[in-house]
T-cell receptor, first 114, second 110 residues
């Protein structure tokens, strides 16, 4: 299975600032996904990021708030812009093992906005 | 929005007992995957079952899928304290992205 790393693992940020989260995979993958997990909740898909095309956002998530980059087949970034306390969550990236359809997750970035 | 619900929301059992968690979903799927999450950490992939499969086993895990009822169950046999975690089902409707259930918090008492 793919090995996925995320940076930072956690951060505490001030309201109104932005944070960029990095996701690195040890193999080339076509599709990468970004999810959010609010405290005590399940995971919600933010967007799908394919290399060479614009990210596809889910209802309730917009590019101005969560811009995503996907410069190559092993890397992606998610920026949480103009943060408010409601953005305090764990943000996880994932990739699909194309051969087996299994989806694997990074360790997550725990964000606290004060 | 979440694809479905899991029940129970919380489950407390003794070590050695079996734990069963149920997942229901709303639309047709390509596959359903189960994950474990320890204390807000990353998700560990447990097992994938495809829509044309009815049952799969992996070690102490047994997963069933009933597409006519749009439901799945995860059975953990002979539970251990280390199985204490939250368990999530997630469905792939063909989009490749996953839609997660609400999760079950399992507590295994030593």
């Amino acid at each position: 299975s793919a090995v996925i790393s995320q940076k930072p693992s956690r951060d505490i940020c001030q309201r109104g600032t932005s944070l960029t989260i990095q996701c690195q995979v040890d193999s080339q993958v076509t599709m990468m996904f970004w999810y959010r997990q609010q405290p005590g909740q399940s995971l919600t898909l933010i967007a799908t990021a394919n290399q060479g095309s614009e990210a596809t956002y889910e209802s309730g998530f917009v590019i101005d708030k969560f811009p995503i980059s996907r410069p190559n087949l092993t890397f992606s970034t998610l920026t949480v812009s103009n943060m408010s306390p409601e953005d305090s969550s764990i943000y996880l990236c994932s990739v699909e093992d194309g051969g087996r359809d299994e989806q694997y997750f990074g360790p997550g970035t725990r964000l606290t906005v004060t | 929005s979440q694809q479905g619900e899991e029940d129970p929301q919380a489950l407390s059992i003794q070590e050695g007992e079996n734990a069963t968690m149920n997942c229901s979903y709303k639309t047709s799927i390509n596959n359903l995957q189960w994950y474990r999450q320890n204390s807000g950490r990353g998700l560990v992939h447990l097992i994938l079952i495809r829509s044309n499969e009815r049952e799969k086993h992996s070690g102490r895990l047994r997963v069933t899928l009933d597409t006519s009822k749009k439901s799945s169950s995860l059975l953990i046999t002979a539970s251990r304290a280390a199985d204490t975690a939250s368990y999530f089902c997630a469905t792939d409707t063909g989009r490749r992205a996953l839609t997660f259930g609400s999760g079950t918090r399992l507590q295994v008492q030593p």
